[in-house]
């Protein structure tokens, strides 16, 4: 075990993590970030709407915000899964997949959030690549081109209206039977948006970019990108398995400052939010660092008056 009781554990080193050790460093606590680096967006070549970081990707975002980090020497970056949690606020002790303990006074859980596996025959290999979860990010390098959009019920009239803003040519299908209503199915064909509901076959493709989605009965969906929404759970069971409250939809519950229902527990970033932005997860994280800065030192000024 290593024997300096920390700060603050920040559980999760993407933009949320990354950003509250940035702050937490700067306000000279100690800290560790465990970080076992499987972000959700790992899948991606390339991150966007970050201004300054606008096109970079995944992996060169964490490399440089882990750079700006080594210049406070208080905080340190550990290679590692946080497994499992016990005590109470004040004392948390966290233990490592590699046998490592950490002790800390405060925790935070920036541990985003995970696909669950894609149940579409080739939509794995294009993941990230053609095929995407948001159009803020990636409908601009799609603009005007042929796309699908995969979706049954509620996704198809989120994507229809937000996606016509880049391109008219896009085709949904359903992949089995669609949950629409007949007032939705009629609003769809009044903008002459076709809608396929015989099961998917296969996604064809060539280095990740689709070329077609071919359907059980044959027909053939020529384009150039996806959209679809995947079932997402939260990134780690740590969260719920120190009691913390989790929604149906696998967020942590947090208050405006990021705290949870558990004493001295905090979560920042896609694990406590449904806005699935780099930017937005660090300032969460920024501001949720702020917020346990806040609660360390008003603890430290009392003990000590
Ligand atoms: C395909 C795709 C494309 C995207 N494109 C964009 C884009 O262009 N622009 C944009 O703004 N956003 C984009 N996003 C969203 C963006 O990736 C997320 O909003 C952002 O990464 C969330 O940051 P985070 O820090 O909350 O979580 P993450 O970046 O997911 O980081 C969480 C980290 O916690 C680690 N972790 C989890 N559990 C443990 C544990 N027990 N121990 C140790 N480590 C743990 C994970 O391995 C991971 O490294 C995209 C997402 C996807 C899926």
Request: net charge negative; hydrophobic share 40%; proline share 5%.
């Amino acid at each position: 075990m290593r024997e300096q009781l920390l700060d603050v554990a920040i559980i999760g080193g993407g933009p949320a993590g990354l950003n509250a050790a940035l702050m937490l460093g700067r306000a000279r606590k100690n800290v560790v970030v465990i970080d076992e680096g499987r972000p959700r967006n790992a899948v991606t070549r390339e991150t966007h709407g970050f201004l300054t970081r606008d096109g970079v990707s995944p992996s060169e975002f964490r490399r440089i915000a882990q750079e700006e980090i080594s210049a406070y020497p208080s905080v340190s970056i550990v290679a590692d899964t946080a497994v499992s949690i016990t005590g109470t606020d004040g004392q948390f002790l966290i233990t490592t997949a590699q046998g490592e303990t950490f002790a800390c006074k405060k925790l935070l859980f920036a541990v985003g959030m995970k696909d669950q596996p894609l149940d579409v025959p080739g939509l794995a290999e294009v993941y990230g690549k053609s095929a995407f979860v948001c159009p803020y990010c990636d409908g601009w390098e799609l603009r005007d081109k042929p796309l699908v959009i995969i979706s049954k019920g509620a996704g198809v009239m989120h994507f229809a209206p937000l996606l016509s803003g880049w391109t008219n040519r896009f085709t949904i299908c359903t992949n089995g039977p669609d949950e629409l209503t007949e007032a939705q199915r009629e609003e769809l064909r009044q903008h002459r948006v076709p809608v396929l509901n015989t099961p998917i076959r296969s996604i064809d493709s060539i280095d990740g970019m689709v070329q077609q989605v071919v359907l059980e009965d044959g027909t053939t969906i020529p384009c150039e990108g996806i959209f679809f929404s995947p079932e997402l759970v939260t990134g780690s069971d740590l969260p719920q398995s120190i009691g913390c409250h989790i929604t149906e939809a696998g967020m942590v519950v947090v208050d405006d400052f990021g705290k949870t229902n558990i004493p001295g527990v905090y979560s920042a970033g896609d694990a406590a939010s449904r806005q699935y932005q780099a930017i937005a997860a660090a300032a969460k994280g920024a501001f949720t660092a702020a917020a346990i800065n806040n609660e360390l030192n008003l603890e430290a000024w009392r003990r000590n008056g």
